[in-house]
């Protein structure tokens, strides 16, 4: 052992010392010089014979002093290495620098009201989740009831907001009070809030009851922990019960993890961000200011998105972290997209600064000198700061098992009817929701635009409509504000597919397409764009399929089951959506899809 050879040698050299000290204390007193040598090297060399010249005298001399040096240096050693240094509580003690573990600086949910006594315990409507589809929900009450009172029960310390901007504007943005305050620049400059609406829109929890026009009420940070579905309640954590007439599930999804990241040390886990609300937004934001390296685990529309928007922002930070993507897919988004159009993707993707790591997965995770070292399997190790880990969304359905409702044993989320219900008085929208499609058979969906309509056909139904589930909705992604796409319908790359492809403008982009509707909600705008005149259809010529090596500007690519068309991708073609939800309306066969292509108009002026 180390420190205990220095012990030991501090302990001999000390002795010796002392020794030495004694002797010129003899010397002192008047017992002669010569007699204290041959004492001393007696001591020293077991009692040996000594010689009587004046240079035996001085060879003892040195051995004195060498005695004295051997014990300075021994001591300064031994005093180096920290063993005697005090460590009561009024002296701490020193410590070598060592990279500290990262401690989450997560502010913890603000419960409002703080009482649950100041919740009703009865209302007319009761939402339980505060994201997109209770909004779409309340708003669509409210419309039907104008004097409807609605409370809204979420988890979340926030008010409602949109989440698609979390993954692209807001890393655009070079107002840094903006970010902090949650608002962002759509790609037409236009500066919007986060959140759909502000906080003087809803009305306070405890006033609820008594507001004689009704309202909108928020009870943020609390947690439905069942429904009695009998007696139409809904019970609370801590046991507070609210009785309601109509209530809406929309409690979303929560973001996936992977095993080899849920079975890590907790020093491990608080380098990884499983992405999907404002904190983690917050959390993300701060991580990038100081690290050298960011590592986004997954592929499809979250990964990628988040893999540009971070390059990009990168390139104007001082310390210019490094971004890398690892996915087991051989191109980016190679779930969705036909792979001659997802390895032009990833082209795109490397263009932008990411290193990209394909066909890659993480088999080991570790922490060293405060950094994640991730194992992949093709035998390759990554080091990095943070870790980011987008691989999909699993339904938020804990209600079910303490509430008795059914949830589809493969696609996940609780089961719904045409008109979302799952009981009686009860619906459920958004994430969660698995309903049937009249068109496409059984479904969920996981996207903005499908939170949007599910939960204002809830709502409607909520208030008498009875009405059906018929909307094809649609999803978008874009890689920044130059390359886009829509989509709609069941777009899986395992499907055979048709792409008919034209060449790309100026006005061909999602920055394009905002400025001309004014409108950052992609899905909001296809709806207005619905309502416009129908556009010349391009001619024959002018299109063409897909070319190996091309620069694929903008086209549309269908996705057939049994010849059928049952899901179409617009690719940096904006507000057409009217027509690819015809297309999949008619549900036949076409003899010819160059011809389908053209009332897409994509080479149109």
């Given at each position: 052992m180390v420190v205990g050879g220095q012990i030991f040698q501090f302990g001999r050299?000390?002795?010796?010392?002392?020794?030495?000290?004694?002797?010129?204390?003899?010397?002192?007193?008047?017992?002669?010089?010569?007699?204290?040598?041959?004492?001393?090297?007696?001591?020293?060399?077991?009692?040996?014979?000594?010689?009587?010249?004046?240079?035996?005298?001085?060879?003892?001399?040195?051995?004195?002093?060498?005695?004295?040096?051997?014990?300075?240096?021994?001591?300064?050693?031994?005093?180096?290495?920290?063993?005697?240094?005090?460590?009561?509580?009024?002296?701490?003690?020193?410590?070598?620098?060592?990279?500290?573990?990262?401690?989450?600086?997560?502010?913890?949910?603000?419960?409002?009201?703080?009482?649950?006594?100041?919740?009703?315990?009865?209302?007319?409507?009761?939402?339980?989740?505060?994201?997109?589809?209770?909004?779409?929900?309340?708003?669509a009450i409210k419309s039907r009831d104008p004097k409807a009172k609605v409370l809204v029960v979420t988890e979340e310390g926030h008010l409602p907001y949109m989440r698609p901007p979390l993954s692209k504007e807001l890393w655009f943005n070079d107002d840094k009070e903006a970010t902090k305050n949650l608002r962002f620049k759509q790609w037409n400059g236009k500066e919007r809030s986060l959140f759909f609406e502000p906080e003087q829109f809803y009305c306070k929890v405890e006033e609820l009851e008594s507001r004689e026009n009704g309202g909108v009420a928020v009870a943020s940070g609390?947690?439905?922990?069942?429904?009695?579905?009998?007696?139409?309640?809904?019970?609370?954590?801590?046991?507070?019960?609210?009785?309601?007439?109509?209530?809406?599930?929309?409690?979303?999804?929560?973001?996936?993890?992977?095993?080899?990241f849920e079975k890590a040390s907790s020093e491990v886990k608080n380098r990884v961000t499983l992405f999907r609300g404002i904190d983690d937004f917050k959390e993300l934001d701060e991580v990038a200011s100081g690290a050298q390296s960011i590592v986004v685990v997954g592929g499809g529309f979250l990964g990628s998105e988040l893999v540009c928007a971070l390059a990009k922002k990168s390139k104007t930070m001082g310390n210019h972290p490094k971004i890398i993507q690892v996915y087991p897919e051989k191109g980016n988004m190679g779930k969705v997209l036909p792979e001659y159009l997802s390895q032009w993707t990833t082209n795109k993707v490397r263009h932008e600064g990411v290193e990209v790591v394909p066909e890659a997965f993480v088999t080991g995770v570790s922490q060293e000198s405060g950094k994640l070292v991730l194992k992949l399997n093709n035998g390759e190790t990554i080091k990095t700061d943070h870790a980011i880990v987008a691989v999909g969304l699993e339904p938020n359905t804990q209600l079910a098992n303490t509430s008795g409702l059914e949830v589809h044993e493969e696609l996940g989320g609780f089961l719904v009817n045409a008109e979302l219900e799952a009981r009686?008085?009860?619906?459920?929208?958004?994430?969660?929701?698995?309903?049937?499609?009249?068109?496409?058979?059984?479904?969920?969906?996981?996207?903005?635009?499908?939170?949007?309509?599910?939960?204002?056909?809830?709502?409607?139904?909520?208030?008498?409509?009875?009405?059906?589930?018929?909307?094809?909705?649609?999803?978008?992604?874009?890689?920044?504000?130059?390359?886009?796409?829509?989509?709609?319908?069941?777009?899986?790359?395992?499907?055979?597919?048709?792409?008919?492809?034209?060449?790309?403008?100026?006005?061909?982009?999602?920055?394009?397409?905002?400025?001309?509707?004014?409108e950052g909600d992609r899905a909001q705008a296809e709806m207005e764009a619905e309502n416009a005149a129908p556009v010349k259809p391009a001619t024959q010529e002018q299109a063409h399929g897909p070319k190996e090596g091309e620069d694929y500007g903008k086209g549309v690519i269908f996705y057939l089951r049994d010849d059928i068309v049952v899901g179409i991708v617009l690719w940096n073609v904006f507000n057409r959506m009217s027509v690819a939800r015809q297309v999949i309306k008619e549900g036949k066969k076409f003899e010819d899809l160059n011809e389908v292509a053209k009332l897409f108009n994509i080479h149109g002026e």
């Open positions: 050299a000390l002795a010796r010392t002392k020794e030495c000290i004694r002797i010129f204390n003899l010397r002192k007193y008047d017992r002669g010089y010569l007699p204290a040598v041959r004492l001393y090297a007696s001591s020293s060399s077991g009692g040996g014979k000594q010689d009587k010249s004046g240079s035996n005298e001085g060879s003892s001399t040195a051995k004195i002093i060498a005695g004295v040096a051997v014990t300075a240096a021994t001591a300064a050693l031994v005093y180096k290495s920290g063993i005697f240094e005090p460590s009561g509580p009024d002296t701490p003690k020193k410590v070598r620098k060592t990279a500290q573990p990262r401690v989450r600086t997560r502010p913890p949910v603000v419960k409002v009201p703080a009482d649950a006594a100041n919740i009703p315990s009865q209302v007319p409507y009761l939402l339980i989740g505060g994201g997109t589809a209770s909004f779409a929900a309340f708003r609390w947690k439905v922990e069942r429904l009695d579905l009998a007696e139409k309640k809904a019970i609370l954590a801590g046991g507070k019960e609210i009785q309601y007439e109509k209530c809406l599930i929309a409690t979303g999804g929560k973001p996936k993890s992977l095993s080899v009686s008085n009860l619906w459920v929208a958004g994430d969660c929701a698995c309903f049937f499609d009249i068109k496409l058979g059984r479904r969920r969906v996981e996207h903005h635009d499908h939170a949007v309509v599910s939960g204002r056909l809830a709502g409607e139904n909520m208030t008498g409509a009875g009405k059906p589930y018929w909307h094809q909705s649609m999803f978008w992604s874009d890689l920044g504000p130059d390359v886009g796409y829509e989509a709609i319908g069941i777009v899986d790359a395992t499907l055979p597919t048709v792409g008919v492809f034209a060449k790309a403008t100026e006005a061909d982009t999602p920055k394009a397409a905002v400025e001309a509707s004014g």
